[in-house]
């Protein structure tokens, strides 16, 4: 399963305003991991920035002036997140209407809304009334997110695409337990490719002499358990 992790950096909050996009950063998933493709691009907005804008991305109009308009990189973007693929967006709100905005303006075809994953909508979900922005994610799940000193699309589509899988349920959402190696393999194109992936130990939890009573006498209560352990009657 071809997923994109994705992320824009602006010029503003309104791109029927004349905000611009200024950064694209993706990240492209197998079945959840980082296949190790990625694309990256900086984008003229052909327009001025605000002092703070630039604070947020530190991307100044001077060092966008030579980089291509959104209408020129156009076709290379949608070539990479293909026609089907899910993407994998934090406040998908926010970048997909820019992206649209852009495709409109450039007269290509729109990004459907029906492909989106928003992580903000999980993190919501699983964590109410918790901060979900990427900062903190990354602290809740141990995702070093150190060299995050700006605003960045493809580090942080990078950092994201890192949380999107602990979301998920961590690094084994496919129940695969037990394999230590630092590789995995995914079908790609009808071809099987090995990818990098890190390895955390296995959490051990500590319990007490009355916790692991509780435990067997559960045990006992499921006839046929496949734990061998039996009701008294049994014995």
Same mark, same amino acid.
């Given at each position: 399963?071809?997923?994109?992790? *994705?992320?824009?950096?602006?010029?503003? @909050?309104?791109?029927f305003?004349?905000? +611009?996009?200024?950064?694209?950063?993706?990240?492209e998933?197998?079945?959840? /991991?980082?296949?190790?493709? #990625?694309?990256?691009?900086y984008?003229?907005?052909?327009?001025?920035?605000?002092?703070?804008? %630039?604070?947020?991305?530190? *991307?100044?109009?001077?060092?966008?002036?030579?980089?291509?308009?959104?209408?020129?990189?156009?076709?290379?973007?949608?070539?990479?997140?293909?026609?089907?693929? +899910?993407l994998?967006?934090?406040?998908?709100?926010?970048?997909?209407? &820019? =992206?649209?905005?852009? @495709?409109?303006f450039?007269? !290509?075809?729109? =990004?459907?809304?029906?492909?989106?994953?928003? #992580?903000?909508?999980?993190?919501?979900?699983?964590f109410?009334?918790?901060?979900?922005?990427?900062?903190? *994610?990354?602290?809740?799940?141990?995702?070093?997110? #150190?060299?995050? #000193?700006?605003?960045?699309?493809?580090l942080?589509?990078e =950092?994201?695409a890192?949380?999107?899988?602990? *979301?998920?349920?961590?690094?084994?959402?496919? &129940?695969? =337990?037990?394999?230590?190696?630092n590789?995995?393999?995914?079908?790609?194109?009808?071809?099987?490719?090995?990818?990098?992936?890190?390895?955390?130990?296995?959490?051990?939890?500590?319990?007490?002499?009355?916790?692991? +009573?509780?435990? %067997?006498?559960?045990?006992?209560?499921i !006839?046929?358990?496949?734990?061998? %352990? /039996?009701?008294?009657?049994?014995?």
């Amino acid at each position: 399963m071809r997923e994109i992790v *994705l992320d824009t950096e602006t010029t503003g @909050l309104d791109p029927f305003n004349g905000d +611009k996009i200024v950064e694209i950063g993706c990240v492209e998933l197998e079945n959840h /991991l980082p296949t190790g493709r #990625t694309y990256h691009q900086y984008i003229n907005p052909m327009r001025s920035m605000s002092e703070e804008v %630039i604070a947020v991305h530190g *991307l100044t109009e001077e060092f966008l002036s030579d980089k291509p308009t959104f209408k020129e990189i156009a076709d290379d973007f949608l070539a990479f997140v293909g026609e089907d693929a +899910k993407l994998v967006i934090h406040n998908a709100a926010f970048d997909m209407k &820019f =992206l649209n905005a852009e @495709l409109s303006f450039a007269d !290509k075809p729109q =990004l459907s809304y029906d492909r989106v994953v928003d #992580t903000l909508i999980i993190a919501r979900k699983k964590f109410p009334g918790s901060r979900v922005n990427l900062d903190e *994610l990354c602290k809740r799940f141990g995702v070093d997110n #150190t060299s995050r #000193t700006l605003h960045g699309a493809l580090l942080d589509s990078e =950092l994201l695409a890192e949380v999107y899988l602990e *979301l998920l349920g961590g690094r084994e959402p496919g &129940f695969v =337990l037990g394999q230590n190696n630092n590789t995995v393999t995914v079908e790609k194109n009808t071809k099987t490719v090995s990818i990098e992936r890190v390895f955390r130990e296995a959490r051990t939890f500590n319990v007490d002499a009355s916790e692991e +009573k509780q435990h %067997i006498e559960f045990v006992k209560a499921i !006839k046929g358990n496949l734990w061998g %352990i /039996l009701p008294e009657e049994e014995q």
